[in-house]
């Protein structure tokens, strides 16, 4: 086949569905098959697979695992971990292990689970059994307009608190409403300081009711206005403009910085209210889409690259942001992985003991440090145990 | 305080809750608190532990931690490892570490996860931050009766198939049946050949259009009749069954060996079929109680431990009953843990290059071999890189 951006596509992605067992409600495939995929290849027997991040029409279910991604809809299904079953791993030490399988319940050491989200460090992910969930009856999706982020935030309080489980829980400032009506186009109004973004799923007659509830408490909180998409192509509207934020902000910066943290949800009022601090004092725009329902942000931090000083200053207002979350008892990755960008970020986080016991841990795998090194824990000296192996040397251009 | 069963009870058991936060729906307790105490602790503001181990009156959230726990209940909410968000633990190289924390997406390793369900092989745990759950609004329980386990395994499948997620879905046999009605009783028909027992638990308005569709679809497939509980003193009793089964079976046999193993859900009726012809086979009577809803099979093998000749039939029975559920792709232990009993056993269903990764991650928390020595992992010595550290030596009477 034709080489695609570097990569040959062919059998050798591993993009195949092994298996679809719908009686135990599972399926096995190749780590390279794409997210959506999956979801397609079971719709038509009342079938999805759950972990929907935004990128799911380009990503991996191997990525999936590797990053345990999340997904607008982690707030009711939770993120991919939860959602997989057994993995087959070739390990850095060369062996070929197998972990769970398609039972629940787990036996000996939970070893699947640690594997989700180490980020190849513990080696290549060769198949993955996931679950499949039944597709909901019914979907409704509402649009809820504020005049600021604070009092969209205390609707999605009242919403939680009264013990609605939206599927999804989304929110959007006034910099991505101008910046997604200046671009695609969502039918979102300029003047609103707010959108909240709210997707009931269930049974009909339970997602009838709960959208009610849900409307009702958010013009109790002061909502503008209310919309609820009345059929599938007024919902892919609603959707289109979240979908499509980080795309559109491309109109009103040359470049931003997509920040991915988490707070615990009742903090939301107070983490916006020093992200606006932060951005004011380093003087760059910030731009705020965000999964409201599981305190999940992502500030996008605008700025021309070909400013040197802005650039700066945007780095600056990202590492106060990251402070601030764990400050505030959250974390600098929510569901998008720590990679080469957020290593050293993880001192912010753990102890040195702590870190000591994920070194150790990387090692039961990977003893040679052959796997994705530099990668998901800092490297530097002063941790006693580190992974200190030396780097390997990669002919140029190897994919790894 | 009083001795009570050799244990002292008091601050030095760590009963206590040390943070209820409902907005971010999560407590932090100690290990020693019993798992009912903690809904009862949060049941007035309408919130709820969800794992629920039939032991749950007198077990604590510590031990339902070493042993990730299930419960009647873990066909909706999961198992024990789902609701834990963070743990403290001093390991066995004496190190104090703390993994997770309140937020649900989690940075680095997901070490919290490989800690549930550790049996202690990795430390002592000192603190647990759980998930809280909001109540639901309505609960409903049905009975259905059938004349055999394979038309109630039908009408489980078809509950299934429709979609429908029950909180839990019981089965018992006509030998549980008898001894539960020759004792506490709860109303089941002696002539039934299965009961199935089915709760649901939602919004009202999905509760009772669920709980119609499940009794219909008992009736197509044969049930001789179908009752639901019209208050909660109903609902109280057909629980007191299920939840007394072991208890009764004492009326019917001197002993019994409770037995713990999963099969996909797809192969309990010919799980259920091989179980009876083993038992036949070896002259043994077993009683069943399952977890129907997720392949969890309870098979009660009765004995005479005063007959050398039938206990070991027993066991005999016992060991072709997890083989046969090995063969069928399930696991020899479903809810209830390892411990010594089992560690044997995990060699039937794991690879050795499996089974010494796990050997070297219990080194990595606990390199002298120093906790729970003797559980969870097989001991023998054809594991080349086996934890062989000697077992120390301690104090009689102590408490490991």
Same mark, same amino acid.
């Given at each position: 086949m034709a080489p695609i951006g570097g990569v040959m596509l062919g059998t050798n992605r591993m993009t195949r569905v092994l298996e679809i067992? @719908?009686?135990n409600r599972c399926a096995v495939v190749e780590p390279g098959l794409i997210n959506l995929w999956l979801t397609r290849a079971v719709a038509a027997r009342g079938y999805f697979f759950a972990p929907d991040p935004s990128s799911q029409m380009v990503s991996s279910i191997g990525g999936n695992v590797s990053t345990n991604a999340g997904g607008p809809h982690c707030l009711k299904y939770g $993120? %991919? %971990?939860?959602?997989v079953l057994g993995l087959e791993i070739v390990t850095g030490s060369g062996d070929r292990i197998r972990l769970g399988g398609k039972v629940w319940d787990r036996h000996g050491y939970d070893l699947t !689970? @640690?594997? @989700? !989200?180490? #980020? !190849? %460090?513990?080696g290549l992910v060769t198949g993955i059994t996931v679950r499949l969930l039944h597709a909901p009856e019914a979907v409704k999706t509402i649009l809820g307009l504020f005049a600021t982020i604070d009092a969209a935030s205390e609707a999605v309080s009242a919403i939680i608190a009264a013990g609605i489980v939206p599927a999804a829980l989304e929110m959007l400032d006034d910099v991505v409403i101008r910046a997604i009506e200046a671009g695609v186009g969502a039918g979102y109004? =300029? #003047?609103?300081?707010?959108? +909240? +973004? $709210?997707?009931?799923? !269930?049974p009909r007659a339970e997602v009838e009711m709960e959208a009610e509830r849900s409307a009702a408490l958010c013009r109790a909180r002061g909502a503008l206005d209310v919309r609820v998409a009345r059929d599938e192509t007024e919902r892919a509207l609603l959707w289109k403009g979240r979908k499509e934020a980080a795309g559109a902000i491309g109109r009103i910066a040359p470049s931003f910085l997509l920040q991915d943290a988490v707070v615990p949800r009742s903090k939301l009022p107070q983490i916006m209210r020093e992200v606006q601090a932060i951005s004011a004092r380093h003087r760059v725009l910030v731009a705020n889409v965000f999964h409201a329902g599981d305190g999940n942000l992502h500030p996008l931090i605008c700025y021309d690259d070909r400013d040197p000083d802005e650039l700066a200053r945007a780095k600056a207002a990202n590492d106060e942001m990251l402070r601030a979350c764990i400050a505030l008892g959250g974390s600098v990755t929510g569901e998008h992985g720590v990679g080469v960008d957020k290593a050293e970020s993880l001192e912010l986080q753990y102890a040195e003991v702590d870190l000591n016991f994920m070194y150790r841990l990387r090692r039961v795998f990977d003893p040679a440090g052959l796997m994705n090194p530099g990668k998901l824990l800092p490297s530097h000296p002063a941790c006693g145990e580190a992974f200190r192996?030396? =780097?390997? @040397?990669l002919p140029e251009g190897a994919w790894v």
């Open positions: 067992d @719908v009686t $993120i %991919t %971990t939860n959602h !689970g @640690v594997a @989700v !989200g180490a #980020e !190849g %460090t513990f109004p =300029r #003047e609103a300081g707010a959108v +909240l +973004l $709210i997707e009931l799923d !269930g192996a030396p =780097r390997p @040397v």
